[in-house]
């Protein structure tokens, strides 16, 4: 009798994404240009095939990748004089390549990523512009996309310099942002006090969004894991981070097991259980207790928010698996005043890879687990 072997769920959720587009995977996604989801997904890819010996998960990344670096190294659709640092993120996969190929195109692209860094825009205290057009702000987001990517330039590239640089931008954002009443994290922080969202007194935004700490709390262990032990400020990251999982694991919903949009306000009118936000503390939490960051207790919240992934959020079709409830996209601004109907407002989607991404991460992180 032949068995049916059933496929991981990473495996299911790569296939799903393996679907969004034609057949040589060139169209991946609704944007033809370097961007920072498209890089996540692309990356989540390329684990899941060394993860499960799947060559073609790595060849999407490869090709994909491939339609933007050039043979000088260049980057095609990319900006460095935009100084924004979701432009850094898609560069994460160039490592993989590099190591893969021996191609010196990768290092090159690398090494202008690393350019852009090493002059982009800061605060007084030298934390990075989120962009250069948002003046003096600091975005939980952008330290997903820039610290993991210039530790691992750092390791690869023997720049131990760098592993300082990372250091400081993760520990100032956690100074500036952190409301110690309830241990989380405000989604951005404008030194100059002069947006319409930023507080007179403390400069911070008023609320907690899930996707920004979610954003924070995978910089932290994807930077982590570049760095040497005996850099003098390794135990302090690795302090700050299971102190903020302890506040994400109070604003847990107990029944769930998942995360709400806006973190504290519960089930408060407009507020939801949230895809992204709630993958991404489930990857952070599982990787954390892999690697030893994290006491072997959170394996219980990310075990707890996986199942509520799986039986809540997620359902399984004929066309593969469908992730529903992820938040489109938010921001601050003009017209993004970081208020709590603003982050309830913003469109709530399925399939986006916004969600299906971080998804995907945490799958294979939980696949992990011993």
């Known amino acids: 009798m032949q068995v049916q072997t059933q496929l991981s769920w990473s495996e299911r959720i790569a296939e799903m994404i393996c679907q969004q587009c034609d057949g040589e995977g060139y169209h991946v996604f609704p944007s033809e240009r370097w961007a920072y989801v498209q890089g996540m997904t692309l990356m989540a890819m390329a684990r899941t095939g060394k993860q499960y010996g799947k060559d073609e998960y790595v060849s999407f990344m490869k090709r994909h990748m491939d339609l933007y670096v050039q043979e000088d190294g260049s980057i095609g659709t990319y900006s460095l004089e935009e100084y924004n640092l979701d432009q850094i993120n898609q560069g994460k996969n160039l490592f993989e390549l590099l190591e893969a190929t021996g191609d010196q195109r990768y290092a090159e692209a690398a090494h202008l990523l690393a350019a852009q860094l ?7 205290e030298g934390g990075f512009w989120h962009k250069k057009i948002y003046p003096f702000q600091m975005w939980l987001d952008g330290l997903y996309m820039s610290s993991p990517f210039l530790a691992q330039y750092a390791k690869t590239f023997d720049r131990p310099d760098l592993w300082d640089e990372v250091a400081h931008q993760i520990l100032l954002i956690e100074r500036k942002t952190r409301d110690p009443r309830t241990g989380l994290l405000y989604h951005g922080w404008d030194e100059s006090k002069e947006q319409i969202w930023a507080d007179s007194v403390t400069g911070c935004s008023a ?16 930077s982590l894991e570049h760095f040497p032990i005996h850099h003098p400020k390794r135990g302090t990251i690795i302090g700050i981070f299971e102190r903020m999982c302890h506040a994400l694991v109070r604003v847990q919903e107990q029944e769930s097991g998942l995360w709400f949009q806006v973190l504290d306000q519960g089930f408060r009118k407009g507020n939801y259980l949230e895809a992204s936000g709630s993958s991404m503390f489930v990857y ?8 030893r960051y994290l006491e072997p207790h959170f394996r219980q919240a990310a075990e707890k928010g996986w199942q509520g992934l799986t039986s809540r959020l997620m359902e399984e079709t004929e066309k593969g698996v469908k992730l529903n409830a992820i938040c489109h996209g938010a921001g601050l601004s003009l017209d993004r005043d970081g208020s709590y109907s603003y982050y309830v407002g913003e469109q709530i989607v399925s399939d986006s890879f916004m969600g299906v991404a971080p998804l995907l991460l945490a799958a294979l992180e939980m696949e992990r687990l011993p």
């Open 118 to 124: 090493a002059g982009q825009p800061r605060t007084s």
């Open 207 to 222: 609320h907690f969004w899930s996707r920004a700490m979610g954003w924070y709390a995978m910089a932290i262990v994807d």
């Open 284 to 291: 952070a939490m599982a990787k954390g207790v892999r690697l």
